[in-house]
T-cell receptor, first 114, second 113 residues
């Protein structure tokens, strides 16, 4: 399957700071998804991107589909304590199309220091 | 809320015993998936289903089988559990054939001793 590399692995930030994380792929994607997972729960879909160069927001979250189609970025503005969690990028497992499963990055663990 | 429930939520079993995990959805979505999540590996696809009695393998299908006899239920079976199958298992659904957006259940934590 296609491999996704997320960075950074973890982030220690102060409340109110902006956060940036990214995800790169070894091959071209036609879809990028960003999920958030909190302890003991399943991943929750935050943003879906379908077009190279696309910039999509969901409240304080903004994600971009890189123009090379091999990367995507997630930004969180003015972080608050409830932003704590693990953020995953994901994309289609195969290039064949259809809903045949996702491949995930290993996640960025966001920790907010008081 | 995508109306997905998983049972059991926690299970401890011994090596060599069979285990079945259940995923139930209330909205008649065609596509359902089983993933496992392990530290350092993110989520990996085990099997998926694109309709009743229609299933296919994912990235890490060895040691697992699935069945889907009704639209609403997707079962994952470990025929003979091994310690390497200790993991958190997530079920997911896709709301349409033409989208990759998936929605996840709450997970089942399985420990094989």
């Amino acid at each position: 399957g296609q491999q996704l590399n997320q960075s950074p692995q973890s982030m220690f930030i102060q409340e109110g700071e902006d956060v940036s994380m990214n995800c790169t792929s070894s091959s071209i994607f036609n879809t990028w998804l960003w999920y958030k997972q909190e302890p003991g729960e399943g991943p929750v879909l935050l943003i879906a991107l379908y077009k190279a160069g696309e910039l999509t927001s969901n409240g304080r979250l903004t994600a971009q589909f890189g123009i090379t189609r091999k990367d995507s970025f997630l930004n969180i503005s003015a972080s608050i304590p409830s932003d704590v969690g693990i953020y995953f990028c994901a994309g289609p497992l195969s290039a064949g199309g259809g809903a045949d499963g996702l491949t995930f990055g290993k996640g960025t663990h966001l920790i907010i220091q008081p | 809320d995508a109306g997905i429930t998983q049972s059991p939520r926690h299970k401890v079993t011994e090596t060599g015993t069979p285990v079945t995990l259940r995923c139930h959805q209330t909205e008649n979505h065609r596509y359902m998936y089983w993933y496992r999540q392990d530290p350092g590996h993110g989520l990996r696809l085990i099997h998926y289903s694109y309709g009743v009695k229609d299933t296919d393998k994912g990235e890490v299908s060895d040691g697992y089988s699935v069945s889907r006899s009704k639209t609403e239920d997707f079962l994952l079976t470990l025929e003979s559990a091994t310690s390497s199958q200790t993991s958190v298992y997530f079920c997911a659904i896709s709301v349409a054939d033409t989208t990759y957006e998936q929605y996840f259940g709450p997970g089942t934590r399985l420990t094989v001793t």
